[in-house]
């Protein structure tokens, strides 16, 4: 039963640190180990309980390499099978969650996972002077029956919202896979046409 321990173990240990550098190592290359506090945090977590599961498979491993004997063979003793099943899943879903990174590519990549609020500042920010204020020059322009810049104001705020829409959700072909019903809303969309509306 220690066997498939030590198996499962050194699975965990080579997955969980496949994962805490897949998210740490963006988080470094684009200088948010200061900011971007969640990431770095769950980066640390994959990787203390992946040293963790390797420290369990070295203890296993010990008495058949001539080390920590009696500490080995204490862990052989103990290692039942409740503790090899409830390893076994968490190997399979370390394994699972290496492969849905790299199933969603730039969708998971990083640290991508773990925008700040910074970032969603900056994309609320981006909506506003690109679209809202767009509409707001559409809507004068309207008001003071100047149709040309109006129609101009409108087109030129179409255009910033699909570019914005499209960063958001990724450049079409790249490797982020949608499947169907992925993109559905949580409540229909509201337009609200005033020439019908009384």
């Given amino acids: 039963m220690w066997q498939i321990g030590l198996v499962v173990n ?3 240990l080579v997955t969980y640190l ?17 900011t971007n506090r969640l990431g770095v945090a769950t ?5 203390t309980c992946g040293i963790g599961h390797g420290f369990h498979a070295l203890h296993l491993l010990g008495p058949s390499l001539g080390f920590a004997e009696s500490a080995g063979e204490a862990a052989r003793t103990s290692f039942e099978w409740h503790l090899s099943a ?3 899943l968490t190997a399979c879903v370390a394994i699972y969650y290496v492969t849905l990174r790299s199933t969603y590519g730039s ?12 970032e969603k500042q900056r994309q609320a920010l981006e909506i506003n002077d690109n679209i809202v204020q767009g509409l707001v020059v559409a809507e004068t322009a309207l008001a003071l029956d100047q149709r040309e810049r109006s129609q101009a104001a409108l087109e030129a705020t179409l255009v910033s919202a699909r570019q914005i829409i499209s960063d958001l959700l990724g450049e079409v072909g790249s490797d982020a896979r949608l499947g169907a019903g992925d993109l559905r809303r949580s409540r229909p969309a ?6 019908t509306d009384g």
């Fill in 107 to 118: 969708l998971m990549r990083g640290a991508a996972m773990f925008e700040d609020l910074k």
């Fill in 43 to 47: 980066g640390i977590i994959f990787f």
């Fill in 86 to 88: 409830w390893d076994g």
């Fill in 190 to 195: 509201i337009v609200v046409d005033p020439a």
């Fill in 10 to 12: 050194a699975v965990i």
């Fill in 18 to 34: 496949v994962i805490s550098a897949a998210i740490l190592v963006p988080l470094v290359r684009t200088q948010q180990l200061a």
